[in-house]
């Protein structure tokens, strides 16, 4: 079993790797890592000679002084090369870097450096070094305003504010998952006809800004006022359309009242519309019985209750805090699963209870998207 330390495990892509490798627990596990280790050497050099391999994401994106931007960057590489050289520790090392090497720019040029950094320190030593050349990343969760521009976009439309354009560059694009799953593909399956290799890591799209933007106004649209699932048979439209729920306040967002429209025949209410299908189920649960307690990583779903009294529970992957909804049947009702979030129902009435789902997957239902874990 390879044990693998993420620095910067609680960033943007290290959340996602390390969400990414808990669910291979039968080949790896995780040695902890917190940003404070950086300043204290014992700390550091307990984690270098715990770990097969350390993934080395940490690293500042933005600042307001661009030198101490570099200066931080080269800092905790050569605080990392300290630990590994005062252990005489050698796991195979694997350093974010960025497309961003060949500009010149503060960001670009500490990249580039502490890649050059870690590739000498791995040639005097004898160690298995990976530098990975990544393009832009973009998925749930990552930080507005810093992370990426998709992010800060999605952001925007999610609060209120309206989003601008300052260059309408195209970009190369990765989503967070993809990138989660090449790195355990080098992890797993390292180079083995040189100790020391750089890997470009191929985008899966190309966009522009403005495309961007067109897409996530179109999804503002469409799903937070009419309610429309948009058209998510493509899947960088799928992965976008996660991301750029996952800035929705899903407290105040839900759960959606549904019209009820009513006659001598009965009531009928329109509870799904979307661009492109998707598939219907229902299921009826007894009394006090809980369903669920898993999470999707890419799975589109949305949970109507039609009859009966349901409390429905979701809890974000890796946090504590609890969201709680009320759902009855006589005002019927709707609450969406977001991507990587746990979450159940559980019949909290005295009679059954009956549950409408809707499902949009457009991976292959072969490739696993469910992981069980409890609310």
Known sequence: MLKIGITGQSGFVGTNLFNFLIQKKES????????????????????????????????????????????????????????????????????????????????????????????????????RFTGLVIPNVFG???????????????????????????????????????????????????????????????????????EILSSLEGFSDLYLRQYIFPDLRNRFELNLFNTFRSFIDNGSFFPVGLKKNTDNRGAFVESVKS??????????TLPGITRGNHFHTRKVERFIVIEGEALIEMRRIGTTEKLSFRLSGPEPSFVDMPVWYTHNIKNVGNSELLTLFWINEFFDPDDPDTFFEAV
């Not at 300043?39 to 690293?59: E, S």
């Not at 030198?67 to 960057?73: A, M």
């Not at 661009?275 to 009826?284: C, D, I, K, R």
């Open 275 to 284: 661009l492109n299908g998707g598939q219907f189920s229902f299921s009826t």
């Open 140 to 210: 749930p969760f990552g930080n507005p305003f810093y992370n990426s521009v998709v992010a800060t976009f999605c952001y925007q439309l999610t609060h209120g504010q309206k989003p601008a354009i300052q260059v309408d560059s195209k970009l190369p694009l990765i989503h967070v998952n993809e990138l989660a799953e090449y790195i355990y593909g080098k992890i797993s399956d390292p180079d083995r006809t040189s100790k020391i290799s750089t890997c470009h890591v191929e985008s899966t799209s190309q966009k522009s800004v403005s």
């Open 28 to 127: 790896v596990s995780i040695v902890p890592f917190r940003d404070e280790f950086f300043n204290d050497p014992g700390k550091m050099k307990d984690f270098v000679t715990n770990c097969d391999v350390v993934v080395h994401l940490a690293a500042v994106n933005r600042h307001a002084d661009p030198l101490t931007l570099y200066d931080t960057n080269i800092s905790l590489v050569t605080r990392l090369i300290q630990a590994l050289e005062d252990t005489g520790s050698t796991p195979h090392i694997l350093f974010s870097s960025s497309v961003q090497e060949k500009n010149d720019n503060p960001y670009g040029r500490s990249k580039l450096e502490g890649r050059n950094l870690l590739e000498k320190w791995a040639g005097k030593n004898d160690a």
